[in-house]
């Protein structure tokens, strides 16, 4: 089982940037795509970014696409998110997630980090 704990959310004006961590613990996740998601208030959760396991191939929603990096570090057993020209409707309740390559659908996933945009 892996768990998985994020960080980094915080409070930020418009144009900025931050940069979450998500860190995983009990099992490595080096053979686990790794992906980003977000809730905002009355939303539903969303697709943000997604690596694969060796960090070779990454995805990103339209909505994010040239402003928000996904990276992975193996040996540290973390994922990043790099958020830049943060904008309002970047405010959500970030989530990091874990999916064994085996699988279709993500297994694991962390408690949020809540990242607030102010304009």
């Known amino acids: 089982q892996v768990q998985l704990v994020e960080s980094g959310g915080g409070l930020v004006q418009a144009g900025a940037s931050l940069r979450l961590s998500c860190a995983a613990s009990?099992?490595?996740?080096?053979?686990?795509?790794m992906g980003w998601f977000r809730q905002a208030p009355g939303k539903e959760r969303e697709f943000v970014a997604s690596i694969n396991w060796g960090g070779g191939k990454t995805r990103y929603a339209d909505s994010v696409k040239g402003r928000f990096t996904i990276s992975r570090d193996n040996a540290k057993n973390t994922v990043y998110l790099q958020m830049n020209s943060l904008k309002p409707e970047d405010t959500a309740v970030y989530f990091c997630a874990a999916r064994a390559t085996t699988e279709s659908e993500y297994s694991y996933w962390g408690q949020g980090t809540q990242v607030t945009v102010s304009s």
């Open positions: 009990r099992r490595t996740i080096s053979s686990y795509a």
